[in-house]
């Protein structure tokens, strides 16, 4: 790996994750982990997620490790991906639903939780209007397989075409529910865990996860107790073209971006 790191300049990746507004793609793509009961139970008893005192310095880890899985040089990419792996190959969780306990690096939910990261970032860019093509959709599916490495999977285990993540989704639905001990993220969002010096930006975070819940799919919106109607994909569309559209204005020097 060289010091463009898994995907570099030239990839669909860095173009499409350059857009501000996947901000909305990173929430969409919790909430789609969190549909796996497996993969939710090990964030649940593992994660200091939950936990006023600690989450606001998870969820900087986290994006510091998405940060450097997209834009990091290859060492950076590979020190990452070690602390990573360490961490699932260690933590185990206890699954009610039949009795046993499991590693976190399982590759059932870790392929669950890479393809609802490649499906929510695809997903989010494509509505908000981020001109690609149907090639170019396929090729960020395909670049991701690198980034399947990072947690531990094999690139030939997770989808390399749009279709092919499509067809995987549609597969493992019956398995899918959210877990009854989990908290409600639409919940949660109206009292956030944040620390005291960051109580000023808790009123955006129910219209973030409103708009990510939205932006789901109707199946995904029914499995939170969610009403899922056409009228709520309209508005999630139009939502995130028009937050595209804001964030665009603004100087290109003065954006939020990943990198």
Known sequence: ??????????????????????????????????????????????????????????????????????????????????????????????????????HLDEPDALRWVHVGEVDSYLSTARRSGVPFTDEEADQFVYEWRRAAEVVGLSPDDVPHTVGEMNDYIQGERPKLKFVPEAPHPLLMSLNPPLPARLTLIKPIFPWITSVAFASLPRWARRLYGLPATPLGDVWATMTLRTVRTGLNAVPRALRPAPH
């Open 1 to 102: 790996m060289d010091q463009s790191g898994l995907f570099g300049p030239g990839s669909v990746t860095w173009r499409v994750m350059a857009e501000p507004v996947l901000f909305v793609g990173g929430f969409r793509a919790l909430l789609m982990q969190g549909l796996h009961p497996r993969a939710m139970r090990g964030v649940i008893q593992n994660s200091a997620l939950f936990d006023p005192s600690e989450a606001w310095a998870r969820f900087l880890r986290t994006t510091e490790f998405v940060r450097v899985r997209t834009y990091g040089t290859g060492p950076e990419v590979e020190k990452a991906a070690s602390r990573v792996r360490k961490i699932h190959a260690t933590l185990t969780a206890y699954d009610p639903d039949v009795g046993d306990r499991y």
